[in-house]
């Protein structure tokens, strides 16, 4: 006897309709711009729990300070590039309906002499209003980005964010700060350096400074040293030399619960290049914990591959290969002062630090700990 065929066999399974992903709240849209000496990058985010879930992203070498450092003035076709990229921003933002942003430029702009007028000009040609922000300010919000990397056994921390046009480094001293709080206590440093943290255990600002030096302001700087070797050498030498008002270039630091956190396309370049990325993945990089002795053996290996080898290294990639040298000379200057086995490559920087700041301001984030 031949088994019964089950009722509904062969029949076609019925559908199951799949809810399309919700669009997210134009009211609770944060987009952050950072146009700075080489790069225009914005982030449209959302508040997710005490972090952000990035909704949209933009990223395109405008190379703004090209020719800056000869001349004392933003070039017309560098400012013809980034308002291009600035017009793909207004598009994006208005295709979000983006209601709370803040955009910024930095270095290029503080130091061009038509630095005010290019910034109305991006207004009258885009709509964007862009701010220039003073130092000080790019410092800290290069601090608060970097909040979630800060490990809560760090007494003594060193922020650095190399950027195009300068290099900003922040010193805090997190010992009088519960090592479960350390992450929060940067945190509340979007505020200000100096401000009263109110009931709150504060991480002290030791120092702060902007070298007016970044990957491409210091390439230009030697331009016309043609020796690679030599050039990186000069490069080095001089970038430490601009530490000399740093109060803790001079002091003997302990090595003992310090940890020094990077941000810059540099850094995490040497940090792919470490783990030998073919392809960049943010994942296995932000975070990402390197000895001195590792990033140098990265750097030697740029110096031994030399301008033609660095060119077609796929670790390094076509946009970086032209200021990763500049960029390294930075980060050995401040290895050789302080020497560690524990620098947090962070992929963040000034975006996440404005997005930080404008969800903490509207108080639209949870005050969990990281």
Not at 319 to 341: E, H, K, V, Y
Request: hydrophobic share 40%; charged share 25%.
């Amino acid at each position: 006897m031949s088994p019964k065929r089950p009722k509904g066999a062969g029949a076609f399974p019925k559908a199951v309709e799949t809810p399309a992903p919700k669009e997210p709240n134009p009211e609770m849209l944060y987009a952050a711009l950072d146009l700075g000496t080489n790069s225009c990058r914005m982030l449209i985010a959302q508040p997710k729990g005490s972090q952000f879930h990035v909704i949209d992203s933009f990223s395109k070498a405008v190379q703004l300070g090209q020719g800056l450092e000869a001349s004392g003035n933003l070039s017309r076709a560098s400012m013809n590039r980034t308002i291009s990229a600035m017009r793909i921003c207004r598009q994006k933002l208005e295709r979000h309906g983006v209601e709370h942003m803040r955009l910024v430029a930095t270095e290029a702009c503080r130091r061009a002499k038509n630095g005010a007028s290019f910034v109305a000009q991006v207004r009258r040609e885009t709509g964007l209003n862009l701010e220039i922000i003073e130092p000080e300010e790019e410092a800290q919000l290069a601090v608060v980005s970097c909040a979630p990397l800060v490990s809560t056994k760090t007494e003594q921390l060193l922020v650095v964010d190399i950027g195009g046009g300068s290099t900003e480094l922040v010193w805090v001293d997190l010992t009088n700060v519960p090592k479960r709080e350390r992450p929060r206590a940067i945190m509340r440093l979007h505020a200000g350096f100096k401000t009263d943290p109110g009931p709150f255990a504060a991480a002290k600002v030791v120092d702060w400074i902007s070298v007016p030096l970044g990957v491409a302001t210091l390439r230009d700087q030697f331009s016309d040293v043609e020796d690679d070797a030599a050039r990186f050498a000069l490069m080095s030498w001089f970038f430490e030399e601009n530490l000399a008002d740093f109060s803790p270039y001079a002091a003997e630091q302990a090595k003992e619960n310090f940890q020094i956190v990077g941000t810059s396309g540099t850094v995490t370049t040497v940090a792919a290049s470490h783990l030998g990325l073919k392809r960049y993945d943010r994942t296995k990089v932000d975070g990402l914990r390197m000895t001195s002795d590792q990033i140098d053996d990265v750097i030697h290996g740029y110096l031994s591959l030399g301008p033609t080898g660095r060119r077609a290294d796929p670790r390094i990639g076509r946009d970086r290969q032209a200021l990763i040298m500049s960029g390294s000379a930075i980060l050995q200057a401040l290895m050789r002062l302080w020497p560690t086995d524990r620098l947090s490559v962070a992929d963040r920087g000034l975006r996440e630090g404005l997005l930080y700041a404008q969800m903490s301001a509207d108080g639209v984030l949870e005050d969990a700990p990281f």
